[in-house]
């Protein structure tokens, strides 16, 4: 492990780059825990940057003894150092630098041998919510993302921590548009269906052991007409009170879980 005392050390540099979204390529993990869940799934890690202050604490001093087998470029900085490369107001001590998990259609198949649960994040651009939709996909059986030209980076360092290691492990296809996603659907024999305020059937009358596609839109104006209209089937939410939607990551869980329950 080497000492740096510089902010103009070149892992430094590259850290921020790799933050900034300047670095292609390369992806920016924060905090033991998820850079735990970047070592267990089998990330390539090109980089580890550790607080001295962490380094002495025993679950950190067992993860670097762990990554250190797999990475060579492992640098530690005092607190302050650190705070100038962290991407959060509060320095968590560990980031890694790892080379961004290939995406695409064939990675969508790696799940081929089970009825496939996806999920298209259709002009979703908060990562929060790219996140957030991505762990209870996970957590729910999904089998894929697929996410299209205006949606968040999911492995921007917002959606990471809010998918919790979920876009580690998921099979995920970037920047598809949304008519390539909805005939590469309909080409492997998956239905797709989206939420819309004004469907006849309940998402509970919807045959989710189906092989199946649920499409989510922006958040602040929903699928269009005629994005609805291109989906094979369209359910709705009902709600009381003068609720009128929900918010996409909420609305995604619901209809997931509802998929898992059918499934089993």
């Not at 990675?107 to 790219?130: C, F």
Request: hydrophobic content about 45%.
């Amino acid at each position: 492990m080497i000492r740096i005392s510089s902010r103009d050390n070149p892992l430094l540099r590259q850290a921020r780059s790799v933050r900034d979204g300047k670095t292609d390529g390369l992806i920016f993990i924060e905090g033991l825990r998820l850079a735990e869940e970047a070592l267990q799934s089998g990330l390539e890690i090109e980089a580890v940057i550790s607080s001295v202050e962490i380094a002495e604490k025993e679950r950190a001093a067992r993860f670097l003894s762990a990554v250190s087998a797999v990475c060579r470029r492992i640098g530690s900085v005092s607190e302050k150092l650190l705070a100038t490369i962290s991407f959060t107001k509060t320095p968590q001590g560990i980031i890694l630098l790892a080379k961004r998990p290939e995406s695409g259609k064939a990675q969508l198949a790696r799940r081929s041998k089970v009825e496939p649960l996806l999920v298209i994040l259709h002009g979703v651009n908060n990562p929060v919510n790219v996140g957030a939709i991505m762990r209870s996909a996970e957590a729910a059986g999904a089998t894929g993302i697929i996410t299209t030209v205006n949606t968040a980076d999911p492995f921007s360092p917002r959606s990471l921590r809010g998918a919790m290691g979920a876009a580690f492990r998921l099979p995920i296809w970037e920047m598809a548009s949304y008519d390539d996603a909805l005939r590469w659907c309909a080409a492997h024999k998956i239905k797709t269906v989206c939420a819309d305020v004004k469907a006849k059937a309940l998402y509970t009358e919807l045959d989710w052991t189906l092989p199946r596609a649920l499409i989510v839109g922006p958040e602040s104006t929903g699928l269009s007409g005629d994005e609805v209209a291109a989906a094979d089937e369209a359910v709705r939410i009902e709600m009381k009170g003068q609720v009128e939607s929900l918010n996409v990551g909420v609305a995604a869980g619901v209809l997931l879980y509802e998929a898992a329950r059918q499934r089993g």
